[in-house]
């Protein structure tokens, strides 16, 4: 074989019209007439489908495309065409086959399987349609928060995975042995964040938390990835504008990278579209409450909204939507108090559409010492665990205020699929929650 023959990835075959190339794939599926042999071939780029005609090739060649088994990686030679009829647009005239590792009895066949059963193969169904683009699409909506938040002036910063502590209440707390002390798998940056921004200015934390509570709606995971920016010197209203910005980007970015995925995934682009026209509206939790007994929902002032609460304040503006300041009896120690209301708290929760629930979650943060030190108390938690906190409203504390969005509950309501399972690839405990 001619050494001239350049090695290329099927994403990089509009390139290449008219030439022969080389790709090393793996067989997705493939189907055949008398005369011609239908390979469906991935490698991690795209999808796109080699076409071997017996005419053009040996006899041996074309009895070995047609043995070909499921998930056999190999290199196929052959010249690129323009194929109008495909979504990709491309496909190969094949000439050569060279089977790299061959491929026997792979599990997850061209038909339809259930959730348990997929979950058992995750590490294997990472390779099929469904999972490529959704974590295609997870991809760009991490490069897109970096580069969000660093076009915005933030300070990327890490915070701690074992804390000793417990920012989002005590009963939602994965413990372990921390050299004879407990310790805990961490539920948020936030705190960490927070000194951060009293020395940057603006800072984002973006990793994994974790909620040990067993859940089993499509909402939940025990593990997920948070992005959480926090900004000294900004009052709530300016962190909404910069929540609602940060979203359309993110749909943005995905809109303009992934136009293949999204096919894929058969989301309407255009209602993602509607998703990026600000500003988003903004309805109070009084209101909402009252919208929602209107439209005779058995809801009184003072609970959290479930499901079918946030499915229908979302959808009734058809867009995203911020819920504002909530009862403090069921917000975090740590939120700002209403300059005229000892009830409620200056927070706010942004509701996706389509049924997508909350994907953020941010206030104003409280600066007063006295007042987080008798919240801190009312909660239950360990005064002596906060002092740190504590001591950022004793040395030139500011009003700030920050949110965190939830990767996971992001990409499901980007790529419009109706469960989690897409969005963590690997089978560990984190994916039994399920409906």
């Known amino acids: 074989m001619s050494q001239d023959i350049p090695t290329i990835q099927i994403i990089d075959a509009k390139n290449y019209v008219g030439q022969t190339v080389k790709i090393g794939a ?174 940057f200015g603006k800072v984002f934390t973006f990793g994994p938390t974790f909620r040990a509570e067993k859940s089993k709606t499509r909402r939940h995971l025990t593990e997920f990835w948070m992005v959480e920016p926090e900004m000294a010197f900004m009052h709530q209203e300016e962190s909404l504008e910069l929540q609602e910005r940060y979203i359309s980007f993110l749909i943005s970015k995905v809109l303009e990278k992934n136009d293949q995925e999204l096919d894929i995934l058969e989301r309407d682009k255009a209602l993602l579209a509607s998703y990026t026209q600000l500003p988003y509206p903004r309805i109070s939790y009084d209101d909402a409450v009252k919208l929602l007994q209107d439209n005779g929902f058995d809801i009184e002032w003072g609970v959290d909204f479930g499901s079918p609460e946030e499915t229908f304040l979302a959808n009734h503006f058809a867009k995203p939507v911020f819920i504002v300041n909530f009862p403090k009896a069921i917000k975090a120690f740590y939120m700002k108090r209403h300059a005229t209301r000892d009830d409620v708290v200056i927070s706010a929760d942004l509701l996706a559409p389509e049924g997508y629930g909350e994907i953020i979650g941010g206030s104003e943060r409280d600066t007063d010492y006295e007042y987080l030190k008798m919240r801190i108390a009312e909660q239950g938690l360990d005064l002596d665990e906060y002092n740190w906190y504590l001591d950022l409203r004793k040395y030139g504390s500011v009003p700030h205020s920050g949110f965190g969005l939830g990767l996971e509950r992001m990409v499901t309501f980007v790529t419009g699929e109706e469960h989690i399972r897409e969005a963590i690839p690997f089978p560990r405990m984190t994916n039994r929650i399920r409906p």
């Not at 190999?74 to 089977?99: C, K, N, P, Q, W």
């Not at 339809?112 to 959704?134: I, S, W």
């Not at 994965?174 to 004879?180: L, P, S």
Request: charged content about 25%; aromatic content about 12%; cysteine-free.
């Open 26 to 199: 793996w067989l997705r599926q493939k189907r055949g007439s008398g005369k011609l042999a239908f390979l469906q071939l991935r490698d991690g780029t795209a999808f796109f489908q080699a076409v071997v005609a017996k005419a053009d090739v040996s006899e041996a060649l074309f009895e070995l495309a047609k043995g070909l088994k499921q998930e056999t990686s190999l290199y196929v030679t052959g010249e690129i065409h323009e194929d109008t009829r495909s979504s990709f647009g491309y496909e190969m005239a094949v000439s050569d086959i060279e089977i790299i590792g061959d491929s026997q009895d792979y599990p997850i066949t061209p038909k339809e399987h259930g959730t348990d059963f997929l979950f058992d193969e995750r590490h294997l169904y990472l390779r099929h349609l469904k999972p490529f683009a959704t974590l295609k699409i997870r991809n760009t909506l991490i490069a897109a928060t970096y580069e969000f938040f660093n076009n915005e002036g933030f300070t990327k910063l890490d915070s701690p995975l074992l804390t000793g502590s417990a920012p989002e209440g005590t009963t939602e707390l994965f413990e372990t042995d921390y050299f004879g002390e407990s310790a805990y798998l961490s539920q948020t940056g936030q705190l960490y964040a927070e000194a951060g921004a009293m020395a």
